[in-house]
Nanobody, 124 residues
């Protein structure tokens, strides 16, 4: 099985930055795509960003493009999300996820493994 653990969430003022980390353990798949999703209260889980196995391909939701950067370090079994210029609309629980496929996906159904999530709160 695969275990994914997120960290790095917290409370930050608008305009600030946070860096989320995702640590993978167990049976990992270094050649598979990984991604970040988020879910705000009362809303559906939404795609944030995805990255392919070697970091050569990345995809971002329009709402975070230019502000967030996804990266991964397969040697450390880790993935990261650098979030800059945060706004209150970014407030959500952020989830790390691993796909069973090589390609990048934007729907939750395309990902098989999920972390427990880390809370990000941006105050105005």
């Amino acid at each position: 099985q695969v275990q994914l653990v997120e960290s790095g969430g917290g409370l930050v003022q608008a305009g600030g930055s946070l860096r989320l980390s995702c640590a993978a353990s167990g049976r990992t798949f270094p050649f598979n795509a990984m991604g970040w999703f988020r879910q705000a209260p009362g809303k559906e889980r939404e795609f944030v960003a995805a990255i392919n196995w070697n970091g050569s391909l990345m995809d971002y939701a329009d709402s975070v493009k230019g502000r967030f950067t996804i990266s991964r370090d397969n040697a450390k079994r880790a993935m990261y999300l650098q979030m800059n210029n945060l706004t209150p609309e970014d407030t959500a629980v952020y989830y790390c996820t691993l796909s069973p496929m090589w390609g990048l996906g934007r729907t939750a159904a395309e990902y098989s493994y999920w972390g427990q999530g880390t809370q990000v709160t941006v105050s105005s």
